[in-house]
């Protein structure tokens, strides 16, 4: 549940950071911030094309594939309905 948990808010926090800045030092830092803090609990891909290539590789097991991909879908357009609430 925690690797769930951390992938949504990991990918939330990432792309708001994108969507948000664009900077690059600032998007540096961001995937830095969210890879130390949720490492502990999740591989903290943050790309649903990064699951599914390290799934196909044996890193992560292949019914962790979908969960995981959903939970990254979700916290990406939640990112995007918060920028969009909040965009100045």
Do not use: D
């Not at 951390?6 to 030092?25: C, D, K, Q, R, W």
């Not at 699951?51 to 990112?79: D, F, H, R, W």
């Not at 995007?80 to 965009?87: F, N, R, S, T, V």
Request: charged share 5%; proline share 5%; with cysteine.
């Amino acid at each position: 549940m925690y690797t769930y948990l951390a992938e949504f808010i990991a990918t939330l926090f990432f792309t708001y950071i994108v969507l948000s800045t664009g900077n690059p030092l600032a998007i540096g830092a961001a995937i830095t911030f969210v890879t130390l803090l949720s490492y502990r609990f999740s591989s903290v891909t943050v790309n649903p094309a990064v699951t599914i290539t390290l799934a196909a590789a044996g890193q992560i097991a292949p019914s962790e594939i979908i969960p995981l991909c959903v939970m990254q879908v979700l916290g990406g357009l939640t990112a995007l309905e918060i920028y969009k609430m909040y965009e100045l």
